[in-house]
Structures are given as C-alpha cells and as structure tokens.
C-alpha cells in the first residue's frame, strides 16, 4: 500500500498573502503521504527559487525532492515536483517532460522502487485553455506510451478542468481509472474539482479524498488531494 498525495501549494502563497512555506510542511506533515507530487512549487519570477526552502525541507525531515529541477534552487520543472519519503522510496528514473503551450507548462515523471514494487508517477499543472489542456493531455499519453518499460502508474496533479468527465479528462479516462475525489479548489469553500488522479497497470483504488484541516484552508488556495493505493 502506498499513499500519494497531489497539491497546488501557489508558491507557498498563503490566504493572507505572504509566503508560508512552514503552512505547508505542517499540511504535509498532518496527510503523511510517501509521495507528494506539488504543482507551482517554484517562484514565478527572477531566479525561480524553490517555494520551500531546501533548509527548511531538510528540517522537516520526512522528504527528498526528486532531481527534477531546470535552474538552480528551483525544486521543479515548470514549477512541477514530486517529494519522496526518505528512506523508504526510492528515485530509479526522473525525467521532465515538453508539453504544448501558449505559457509556461510541463510535466514530470519518475519511476519509484517502493521496497520490492516498482510505481511510474507523473505530475502535470495544465492550462487554463481547454484546447492546450487537450493537447497537453495527449502529449502526456503519448509520452507515457513511447517508454519501453510499462509500470503501475499514477497521475495526478492540477488539470485545471472544471467540466465534469470532458475535455483532458475524458482523454486519460479512456484508458486509466480516475480516481474519485470531491471539490478542492478554492480551498476556503471548495467548489471545484481541478486537481485530479488517474491509475492504471494494475494499481488499485482502496481510499482517496481531499484534505482538509484549518491549516490546509489557509496555506494555499488548493486543499490536497490523496489515495492510498494499492501497486
């Protein structure tokens, strides 16, 4: 069993509007995943330093960042990341992947040895434009379809879709298993469904549903999502 959480962490931006990247530790701290796979985990502008600081993660001491940073101090590609527990997964592949855009976009993958089990993860933040976020879609699955090992895989992130089983949804539906979750986004009265999870090659559905507890309302204007699965 393993549990994977996904969550928009708007460059550690808090609802008071001042950077606090201590909120999301201490979110991450309360789900207690084994992966985490973070979208804008990166500042926008100048350097594009990692949101959370690399001393603070380490303070923390539950997570690695996985090697996918483009620029130094930055955690992630595009502002993608994925966070591993230390010492108990481990990091065999990592790859960033180009997608189609009319802004800054991409995604991440990794393939993770979980003791004597082997999971592909993939994190995306797609566009707000639903013709990109289709073509960002596709280029996902088609990248997905070209690696020559075919692994137990997991999905997830902000697909930014807020119609119900259309769009990008409907095409990682056609062959993986969306997992269910309720409404996440804005996290101080959830109405929206953006962040989603999607698994296939064998990976099994035990329990999923988004986070919520007064610090998650208040440490970004997503609540995370989560599954415990089963690879």
């Known amino acids: 069993m393993v549990l994977i959480a996904s969550y928009n962490i708007r460059k550690a931006i808090a609802a ?4 606090r990247p201590e909120r999301i530790l201490e979110v991450l701290g309360e789900i207690g995943a084994d992966i985490v796979v973070l979208q804008e985990a990166d500042r926008r502008f100048g350097a594009r330093q990692s949101a959370i600081p690399f001393h603070m993660l380490a303070e923390h001491g539950a997570y690695r960042s996985v090697g996918l940073a483009a620029r130094h101090g930055s955690m992630g590609w595009h502002g993608n990341a994925i966070l591993v527990r230390d010492g108990l997964v481990e990091v065999e592949h990592c790859c960033s992947v180009t997608l189609p855009a009319l802004e800054p976009r991409g995604a991440v993958m990794a393939d993770l040895r979980i003791g004597r089990k082997k999971l592909r993860v993939l994190g995306m933040h797609l566009d707000l ?3 990109w976020r289709r073509r960002q879609a596709r280029a996902i699955l088609a990248h997905l379809d070209q690696q020559a090992e075919k692994l137990p895989l997991v999905m997830t992130g902000d697909l930014n879709e807020w119609r119900q089983g259309q769009g990008c949804l409907r095409d990682f539906a056609q062959h993986h298993e969306s997992v269910p ?48 699965l089963a690879i």
């Open 16 to 19: 008071d509007r001042r950077r």
């Open 129 to 131: 434009s639903g013709l």
């Open 181 to 228: 979750f309720g409404p996440s986004f804005h996290a101080r009265r959830p109405v929206g469904r953006l962040d989603r999870m999607f698994v296939g090659g064998g990976v099994r559905i035990e329990q999923s549903g988004v986070h919520h507890s007064m610090v998650a309302r208040n440490a970004s204007d997503h609540l995370p999502i989560w599954a415990k």
